[in-house]
């Protein structure tokens, strides 16, 4: 029997909130090391007052924004973030192929900017394939890496 006659499908087993938790955790101190790093260099390469600008501004837009650029890039070519390959997950579309570019930036705008709500939403508003909300908006799911991605019969399975 050739390989086109068989037709078995594959399987897509969706990562863990768990694994997702601690892969985001993962990029959450990656990246906010580098953010800090950069704003506290840059203010005191400007002679500015640091502490006056932590005070008054916060550091969250700028954060938001590195997450934000960091989790379109990575995972648009990739598939993966520093925190995602570490525990072998991935982004990929219903249909477990490579995102679109608007589907990342989706999913990635919720969890730069939104993640509490974006989670909590996602938590009640619930489906069987344990997306936040703006997963299942930008049409995104993080699986776990086990098995070939190629095939085009594909059958959705929890981890």
């Not at 068989?6 to 990029?27: E, G, H, P, T």
């Not at 997450?67 to 997950?89: D, P, R, S, V």
């Not at 997306?131 to 594909?154: A, C, H, M, Y």
């Amino acid at each position: 029997m050739s390989n086109s006659d068989n037709f078995d499908v594959s399987k897509i087993i969706l990562a863990k909130w768990k694994d997702r938790f601690f892969a985001w955790l993962i990029d959450f101190v990656i990246i906010s090391l580098i953010s800090t790093s950069i704003v506290f260099l840059s203010f005191l390469s400007l002679s500015h007052n640091f502490e006056n600008f932590i005070a008054d501004n916060g550091m969250y837009v700028p954060t938001s924004v590195m997450f934000f650029l960091y989790w379109i890039i990575l995972e648009y070519k990739t598939g993966q973030t520093i925190g995602k390959k570490i525990f072998n997950l991935k982004i990929t579309n219903n249909r477990g192929e490579k995102p679109s570019l608007i589907g990342v930036i989706v999913s990635s705008f919720g969890k730069s900017f939104l993640l509490p709500i974006d989670i909590i939403l996602g938590l009640i508003i619930t489906n069987e394939k344990r997306q936040r909300i703006f997963n299942k908006l930008g049409n995104t799911l993080i699986i776990k890496i086990k098995e070939s991605e190629n095939d085009s019969n594909v059958k959705i399975f929890k981890d």
